[in-house]
């Protein structure tokens, strides 16, 4: 195995972009952010067995080892090929949760079947009544003998539909403040009571599902961190996620299709549609600006803390109006769904279109905390203002 | 005697009425993608009503309102998502056929209130007059041609067409039968179609002659822009929808153990879409006033349009920021106003488009 | 006298244009907004012997008896005229709050000397401690034997420094919750304790003052309305300021200079600053809509309600706007304070300048209830939002 | 050894302690609408302290540090009002002498860090080269002419004047005592003084040629970016300023028995302004990291520019929204703020000007 954190920043990205040159297979290039497993399984499994399937594991679980400037830089190597995301909560998170706070045992057990792609995992925290205020969940866990039970109906499980195990916060003690009384549980699919149902979003997209669960039964060996610790299990398993929701990479794939919409449609003459994109440009370009501010931070080996909701503001904003420009720029393509036929030719998008493009902008702003949530959490814990 | 006033406000609640019998959200859900695009079932009852003769003079065999009763209508129908077969031919067809001055205008608009008569006008994208010529050919005219944005011209009967002839532009009104006439469609953000018109040598009569050159253009921009304030209507009625929809999930939503309708960050961005949401209706109240005016019609039709498109799309935005993840979901209704929304905002010139006219008219250092 | 309601709208448009130009001394036409008594006393003697000072009060005490829609046209056209704003406070709230709550001795010993000039009146409402926050007041006037003897601080008193009255908000009882407690009590201010400093605002005004009272007497006969009334005297008051408050008067005064800027500074030829032009002349388009709207209300005989709220946030928020546009435009010369040379020649506003028209219109956001007080009013009494 | 970050860091440490120390809002007050418009013995100090040096390179006198040792005073220094003498002379002056290939240069660059010359650029506003010829006479030149934006013009010692020569444009080094220079001025919005310069055949020698046609005009706009990017720093410590101002007051006021700065539609306001100053110390920290390379400097100083500019506006609108009426007093500190943060930005382009020139230099579509 190579010791990836010796190569050089950007000998590192030149291996990982001919990686994926060589085997990312073309129908997940430049098409819809997520795919169903039978069409990313063989891509899945190349990356395994070139031992590019974990980037943040340790060497000896099969992982790269790679430290988070470099794991930055091979999700931006993803994110500038255009690859479908894949089923990647094992990878990402049930790996590095179990690292930290799981048994020998669960590590033993469970890490070879995700790189084996024997076991999918899907992430159960959120629920109908608790989206932005997690600690709000319902979903309970009671003890029988070895076992738990669960009950409870979990929403916005991305990948449900294919996962056969599912990761769940569950309220094992009810006589305790919020985030007091939770557990994380490994939870196996392939089991009566639990049913997943498909959600399908305003986009078209059919990533997520809903899964409830009825009585469903884990051993108590599959609670990860102790009885009553998931909140802080499951805290820990946040923060990767959350700088890379302030990366201005979706920002940028919407400016590069602004760019092209301007010129199909004949307005990249037009000195007032100019001056609106070049303010984005500006606003994107210091959106990137910070991004590599933290990049830098975490390069430095120093810890990230409430910034990242700062980032994610301005990331996921920045974002949302540069498609809002866009539909503007379109005109009366604008209002079309699917492919927009404009007079210089038609926009090419792959299985994008404004439309989408559009709505699949506004979800980033509410997932992950909304937007507001994030500005409550800065007053508060930076600004030091009241309650 | 009623007044004008009161004529509106009856029209107004006949069609909520209307929305409340009708097949709302989940009629709309059960047609997307699908032809016509609208509810024949719906048309009928609409026909009924004589709201197809809103805009068609009494002399021609209409009612003989004007614009400020149907804009009462399409904004009350938009709430249930049913303005869709009035928008093309009671107004935008009927009005291209309410100006002409040929031959073809008398029988054709006298079929208009009866659903006769579907006139679909032949446009291409952005309300530029579409490719098509005619020659003259033995007592009549051969066009050939394409339109690529004729909204209703999948299930029209007669294709209103604007065509380039030797003298100038001449409309003709075309049978959609006619052969030579090929239809396709593309898909609006809404799944309602947006049909794409091909002529190949289509054969056409003296008789189907709507309006000469010196007509023929100034028809279709009056209707255009009286099509675009009734249009405005619409997104205003979309927007007063999303809105009370939105009001109403903050009023029950918990987070925190709190109504997410009583945190006062959330309550000023609702408040912002409530003044946008007024200030629209103050646009689309100047259009209506001036509307009948020809001089005044394209101030009245940018402003109201330029305003209410823009209203619109942001209380949809915001609308699905409010709801959080509820909104993004296609189950929830929400998102098939959103969608409707961005349709008509995109339709005749979105809010951008509106103010570059406003510029080409001199009123920006006015 | 003449019966002004019987004249069209338009008629007495041209009646009130032909008197003020006419009478209206240039000094006082397209200068500061507020001057003092001095320079503004023949305008309103004129005013007086012509019987246009004070439109709202009835014919027999020497008014108008314009209705609402009339006296709209009559400030419309003092904004059309560019006329500085007179010691205004007798005339549009001490004679209408007389008229409706005053005791027949109090009317007929004031409204005279109100036309006169004799009595010049200011307002003592807000405190530094209650400003958005008004029945947080906490001035005192305790009652021994037949008078008040009042003690507190009031703040942002306009023409306090040439008033020689004052009609303040004070507690006269503490037992009960804030808006209960409140009398409204008619003060001279020619007697010890009543100390005037005046205020220096950010854009160069001295239109204000603080006004300490400091055991200051009055007799009890000078209460308005009934003891611990003065809420509800008081709210009947400010309906009518609040109207004139989201008129567009203002934004047009400052779409006129900006527009005469743009031309000075060539902008006017730039395709992306003319369509940010045309926007905000479309916003105050529909600021001019929407104030109209509310005055064929008021023509018609309606009430009004909370859409005044409606009305003095967008009209404020679009006047402040086109100040800042106003500025861009300008570029370096937008820095300086006073005359702005341009290379088409120098921008002659009067003793206007573009930073203190920019300085001037932050007050409207902040005065009568700050914007965000304002939105609080509409979520709550409007929409309806819970507490 | 002490790295680059270490030296930063120090002197913002010590230009915290010279503000500390300094005369501040108080020492700006008094000096409103006087001349030189910046303190005398501040002045004094600056130059004790070697800062009049910082960008004259170590051969020619100074201490030769660079655009971000430079940034990190000001920028403390603006907070108490106190950058004004820096920015002319030791930024924008040296700056133009360091770039000059004329016999002017050297002399005039060694009296820099000692305060001995104080040269302000001659400028038209906007940043234009100002209407200035100069005619060969007899061994020397005579210049005429004038300049209506000259910062530090006032009391500066020498004046470096690009004149329109028959070869090209040259840079003069003019000592302000000439005969035939006429000095007046306006006033800022921060109530400091900006020079204009007027001259009547004002006759110089070739010795006091700072820059020949070969040089002139690249020296002027490499000082100028560099001192954009210099200026952006001294906004961004206005914007944190004002916004520091206004969370303590937000900690103290208190409305409805509240503090204000517990009502979550004022704390979303107040975390935009920190979004926003989050994002202009990026953009700084951008123009910084290339401000050295004259092939970037142009983006660098755009950006950096410009953002801090349209930043420190809104930090300026904003906190006067957020104080209230209190903010709104000329007796109010905050209002010293707010019109150094106007006059800043208006200063070498504004957020508008830098956007033009990010177009014009092509990114807007890249």
Same mark, same amino acid.
Request: charge should be negative; glycine fraction near 10%; proline fraction near 5%.
């Given at each position: *195995?190579?010791?990836?954190? #010796? ?38 499994? #190349? ?65 070879? /079947? ?27 866990? /009671? ?5 738990? &039970? ?11 539909? $294919? ?41 078209? $997209? ?13 051993? &108590? ?34 400016? $590069?299709? *602004?760019?092209? &919409?301007? /010129?199909?449609?004949?307005? $990249? ?73 404009? #007079?210089?030719?038609?926009? &090419? ?15 980033? *702003? ?22 | 005697?009623? %007044? ?69 209508? =399409? ?13 093309? @031919? ?41 490719? =098509? ?27 209103? =067409? ?41 054969? =056409? ?43 109403? @999930? ?78 993004? %979901? ?37």
């Amino acid at each position: *195995m190579r010791d990836w954190n #010796a190569l050089s920043d950007e000998a590192f990205r030149l291996a990982a972009r001919d990686f994926i040159e060589a085997h990312c297979p073309a129908h997940l290039r430049r098409g819809e952010e997520h795919v169903r497993w039978a069409q990313s399984k063989d891509w899945y499994h #190349a990356m395994a067995a070139h031992g590019w399937l974990a980037p943040g594991w340790p060497v000896e679980h099969g992982g790269m080892a790679l430290k988070p400037a470099k794991h930055l830089i091979y999700l931006e190597e993803w994110a500038r090929a255009g690859i479908s995301r894949v089923m990647e909560q094992g990878v990402l998170n049930v790996g590095p949760v179990l690292l930290a706070h799981g048994t020998p045992d669960q590590i033993a057990h469970y890490l070879p /079947r995700i790189l084996s792609g024997e076991d999918l995992w899907c992430q159960g925290f959120s629920e109908p009544g608790a989206g932005s205020d997690l600690a709000g969940l319902r979903t309970e866990a /009671r003890i029988e003998g070895d076992t738990f &039970v669960i009950n409870g109906h979990k929403i916005w499980t991305s990948g449900a539909v $294919d996962a056969n195990h599912i990761f769940v916060l569950a309220r094992t003690d009810k006589t305790v403040k919020k985030q007091a009384g939770i557990s994380f549980i490994l939870v196996d699919m392939n089991q009566p009571g639990v049913t997943v149902k498909p959600i399908v979003t305003v986009n078209g $997209d059919a990533e997520f599902a809903e899964v409830f669960l009825d009585n469903v039964r884990a051993p &108590v060996a599959n609670l990860v961190g102790g009885l009553n610790n998931g909140w802080r299990v499951a805290q820990s398993l946040l923060g990767f996620e959350r700088v890379w929701a302030g990366s201005p990479h979706m920002g940028r794939q919407a400016m $590069d299709r *602004m760019v092209r &919409v301007a /010129r199909l449609a004949g307005r $990249d003459r037009d000195p007032a549609i100019v001056d609106r994109i070049a303010q984005l440009q500006l606003d994107l370009a210091d959106n990137s600006e910070m991004y590599e501010r933290l990049a830098q931070e975490i390069r430095a080996g120093h810890s990230f803390g409430f910034e990242v909701s700062t980032l994610k503001i301005v990331a996921t904003e920045t974002y949302a109006r540069i498609t809002e420009l866009t539909l503007e720029i379109a005109g009366e393509q604008g209002g079309l769904a699917g492919e927009a036929p404009f #007079a210089d030719g038609p926009l &090419v998008l792959g299985k994008a279109d404004l439309l989408r493009d559009y709505l699949t902008a506004r979800a980033p *702003m509410i997932y992950g905390g909304t937007v507001q949530i994030h500005r409550n959490i800065l007053a508060k814990r930076v600004l030091g203002l009241p309650a | 005697m009623a %007044t004008e006033n009161d004529i509106v406000a009856e029209l107004a609640a006949s069609a909520q009425r209307v929305v409340a019998d009708g097949p709302g959200p989940t009629g709309a859900r059960s047609r997307r993608s699908q032809l016509p695009g609208y509810d024949p079932s719906s048309l009928g009852l609409l026909t009924d009503l004589g709201w197809l003769g809103i805009l068609v003079p009494e002399e021609d065999g209409g009612i003989g309102l004007g614009l400020p009763e149907m804009a009462a209508v =399409v904004r009350e129908l938009e709430k249930g998502l049913m303005g869709e077969p009035l928008l093309p @031919y009671a107004v935008l067809g009927a009005r291209v056929l309410v100006h002409g001055d040929g031959p073809a205008r008398a029988a054709l608009l006298a079929q208009v209130p009866a659903g006769e008569c579907l006139a679909a006008l032949a446009l291409d994208f952005n309300g530029a007059l579409p490719a =098509v010529t005619a020659v003259p050919a033995d007592g009549g005219w051969r066009l050939s041609g394409q339109a690529g944005s004729v909204v209703g011209g999948v299930s029209a009967t007669h294709l209103l =067409v604007p065509a380039q002839a030797p003298d100038g532009v001449r409309l003709f009104a075309v049978p959609a039968n006619s052969p030579g006439v090929t239809k396709a469609h593309l898909w609006r953000a809404d799944d309602t179609p947006l049909g794409q018109v091909a002529l190949a040598e289509v054969v =056409v009569g003296n008789g189907e002659v709507l309006a000469t050159p010196a007509a023929a253009e100034t028809a279709v921009a009056r209707a255009l822009d009286e099509t675009r304030i009734v249009v405005a209507a619409g997104l205003l009625g979309l927007s007063e929808h999303m809105l009370a929809m939105t009001l109403v @999930y903050m009023g029950v939503r918990k987070q925190y153990g709190q109504l997410i309708g009583s945190f006062q960050a959330l309550q000023h961005k609702a408040v912002d879409l409530y003044i946008d949401k007024e200030r629209a209706a103050a646009a689309l109240q100047f259009g209506l006033a001036t509307g009948g005016d020809p001089a005044t019609l394209p101030l009245a039709a940018v402003r109201a349009k330029g305003r209410c498109s823009d209203t619109a799309c942001r209380v949809a935005r915001d609308s699905i920021q409010l709801h959080g993840a509820i909104g993004f %979901t296609d189950e929830h209704d929400l998102g098939l106003y959103v969608k409707r929304a961005l349709t008509l905002s995109a339709w005749l010139g979105n809010a951008g488009e509106q103010r570059r006219r406003f510029i080409d008219m001199g009123w920006a250092l006015a």
